[in-house]
C-alpha cells in the first residue's frame, strides 16, 4: 500500500513539474514577442538609450576616448564604423560598453540592431 501511494505521489509531482515546464516556455515566448522591434525610431528609442547608457561618459565638454554620442549624427558616423554594434554586443576586437557594466538587455539590442539594418536613420 505504501509503494502504491509513493508511486502516485510521484506521478502527480511529474505531471505537476512538467505543467510548470510548460508554462515557463509560454511565458518566455510572451516576454519574447513582448520586445517590439517593428518601429524603432532614432528619435523616440536610440537617442533615449544613448542617453541613459553612454552620454554620461561620451558626451559633454570632454567625452571618453573623445567619442561624442549626443545627437543622431554623431550617433551615425558610429553606426557606420561598425563600433557601435561592435562595442554594445561585446564583439571581438571592440571595448565592451557600456563600460563598467554589463552588456544590455537583448530587447535593447534587438531594438537597435533593426535600427541599424532599417538604414539608421534619423527619423
Ligand atoms: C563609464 C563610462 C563609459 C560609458 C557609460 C560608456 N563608455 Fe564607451 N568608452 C569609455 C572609455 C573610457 C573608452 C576608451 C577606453 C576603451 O576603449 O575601453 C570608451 C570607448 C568606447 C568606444 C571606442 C571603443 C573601440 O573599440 O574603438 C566606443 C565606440 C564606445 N566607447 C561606445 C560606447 C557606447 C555605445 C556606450 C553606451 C552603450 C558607451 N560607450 C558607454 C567609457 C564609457
Do not use: R
Not at 502527480?12 to 517590439?36: F, G, H, R
Request: include cysteine; charged fraction near 10%; glycine fraction near 8%.
Amino acid at each position: 500500500m505504501k509503494s502504491i501511494l509513493l508511486l502516485i505521489t510521484t506521478f502527480v509531482s511529474i505531471v505537476t513539474l512538467s505543467a510548470s515546464c510548460v508554462n515557463n516556455n509560454k511565458q518566455d515566448l510572451l516576454n519574447a514577442s513582448a520586445c517590439d522591434t517593428s518601429s524603432v525610431k532614432y528619435s523616440t528609442i536610440i537617442a533615449p538609450i544613448m542617453t541613459n547608457y553612454c552620454t554620461n561618459c561620451h558626451g559633454g565638454s570632454s567625452p571618453s576616448a573623445n567619442i561624442d554620442l549626443e545627437g543622431y549624427t554623431n550617433v551615425k558616423t558610429y553606426v557606420d564604423n561598425g563600433k557601435l554594434w561592435g562595442t554594445m554586443n561585446h564583439d571581438n576586437g571592440y571595448s565592451a560598453m557600456p563600460q563598467g557594466t554589463g552588456k544590455l538587455d537583448a530587447c535593447t539590442l534587438n531594438k537597435l540592431l533593426a535600427w541599424i539594418h532599417a538604414g539608421a536613420l534619423n527619423n
